[in-house]
Every structure is written in structure tokens, then in C-alpha cells.
């Protein structure tokens, strides 16, 4: 049962326009998502999150939406840059849960 | 300071032999996670540790998957008897809080365990 979902196994954007990845989930009990990006041979890093609480959250050229009734989440990148090419995973949690469920990543690529 | 670590970095054994995977966690965390990324697929969740005890070990895939930690800090992952199918990248990650709000998890780069 997949309860984080990411449905675009890869984009691809030019340089200077927005990247916007997507994320779907099915358990209306997680109150906590957030995104990481991950290079090849390096483990996942940490972007952005966004609690239940707000349905915006933004730092710098990314900005993370929240859509509860829809279930659904994005990442938006703004403008996009090559260095933003990375494998980009959703995941999503409740609130000192314990473990937390990943999505199936997004590959972005980004063209100069 | 040091991220996690993860050793070793890469792991070829022979099917039915035992592996141990070693991760240092960033100091002072104390919730550990395990997870796997077999080819082409996410992130998969193995199992939770908060201080030395594990409260949630069910995405551990069969008996043969174990996994301890010592003194809040080391932890390993034995896999006994590996089969083909266990091949992927194990990845460890530390929080300073479980997983909490401003807390996110910190990942090593990675343990790429291939059975032949």
C-alpha cells in the first residue's frame, strides 16, 4: 500500500522557468510532509517541509504547498537552476511518529 | 561537525553469506533510521530506533533482517543468508528528535550491497 505517491518518474525543465513537482498521499492522519532532493552516490538531503497547519511555506526559490482536502503536495522551484538536477523525494509523517514514508522520487532535470 | 557515517561504502558478497552494516550517527541524536533503495524504486523503511530501542521494526522485510543499537549511538544492520534479492542501497539516517517539526532526518550516503 502506497500512502505517498509521486506519479512523474522524471521532468524536465529549462533553465529560469519554474520546476514543479507533485506528491499525492492517502493517509489523512500525516500532518507532517516534507521534500529532499538526492544526488547520485550521496543519501537523500533535506529541503523544505511544511506542517498541517499551513497550507504555504517558502525559503528562497523553493516553495512547498499544501492542499489537505486534496490530499496532495508540490514543490515549486523558481527560477530553476542546473544544480537543482537531483532525484526529488516527498515524504510524509505524523508528528513525532516515528518513521516516515517516502514517495518513489521524481527525477528533475534542469537544461541550461 | 561529522554528518552520518556509513561503512562500508560498497559490500559484494556471495549469496547465503552474512553482511553487517555499520552507521554513526550525528552526535546527540537520538532517534536512528533504517532504510533501503533497491534499483529504480524509493525509499523503503526498515526500522526505527529512539535511544537503543526500536519501536517500530516492521518494515524489516523477513527474519533475517535484524538490527541493534548501542549507547545511543552505533547502530548495525545484519542481514543473515542474503539472498539476490537483498541488493540495494541501505541508507541510514539520525534526527534529533524523531520526527519532528524542524527536526528532519539527516542521511549517510549510503551502504550499495550487491549479492551475487
Known amino acids: 500500500d502506497q500512502q505517498v505517491k509521486q506519479n512523474s518518474p522524471s521532468l524536465s525543465v529549462q533553465e529560469g522557468r519554474i520546476s514543479i513537482l507533485n506528491c499525492d498521499y492517502t493517509n489523512s492522519m500525516f500532518d507532517y510532509f516534507l521534500w529532499y532532493k538526492k544526488y547520485p552516490a550521496e543519501g537523500p538531503t533535506f529541503l523544505i517541509s511544511?506542517?498541517?497547519?499551513?497550507d504555504k511555506n517558502e525559503d528562497g526559490r523553493f516553495t512547498v504547498f499544501l492542499n489537505k482536502s486534496a490530499k496532495h503536495l508540490s514543490l515549486h522551484i523558481v527560477p530553476s537552476q542546473p544544480g537543482d538536477s537531483a532525484v526529488y523525494f516527498c515524504?510524509?509523517?505524523?508528528?513525532?511518529?516515528?518513521?516516515?514514508?517516502f514517495g518513489q522520487g521524481t527525477e528533475l532535470s534542469v537544461k541550461p | 561537525g561529522a554528518g552520518v557515517s556509513q561503512s562500508p561504502s560498497n559490500k559484494v558478497t556471495e549469496k547465503g553469506k552474512d553482511v553487517e552494516l555499520r552507521c554513526d550517527p550525528i552526535?546527540?541524536?537520538?532517534?536512528l533510521y533504517w532504510y533501503r533503495q533497491s534499483l529504480g524504486q524509493g525509499l523503503e523503511f526498515l526500522i526505527y530506533?529512539?535511544?537503543?530501542?526500536?519501536?517500530?521494526k516492521s518494515g524489516l522485510p523477513s527474519d533475517r533482517f535484524s538490527a541493534e543499537r548501542t549507547g545511543g549511538s552505533v547502530s548495525t544492520l545484519t542481514i543473515q543468508r542474503t539472498q539476490q534479492e537483498d541488493s540495494a542501497v541501505y541508507l541510514c539516517?539520525?534526527?534529533?528528535?524523531?520526527?519532528?517539526?524542524?527536526?528532519?532526518?539527516?542521511f549517510g550516503n549510503g551502504t550499495r550491497l550487491t549479492v551475487t
Open positions: 530506533f529512539q535511544g537503543n530501542s526500536a519501536p517500530d
Open positions: 511544511i506542517s498541517s497547519i499551513k
Open positions: 552526535s546527540g541524536h537520538t532517534a
Open positions: 515524504a510524509a509523517n505524523k508528528l513525532l511518529g516515528g518513521k516516515l514514508i
Open positions: 539516517a539520525s534526527s534529533l528528535a524523531g520526527t519532528a517539526y524542524n527536526s528532519p532526518l539527516h
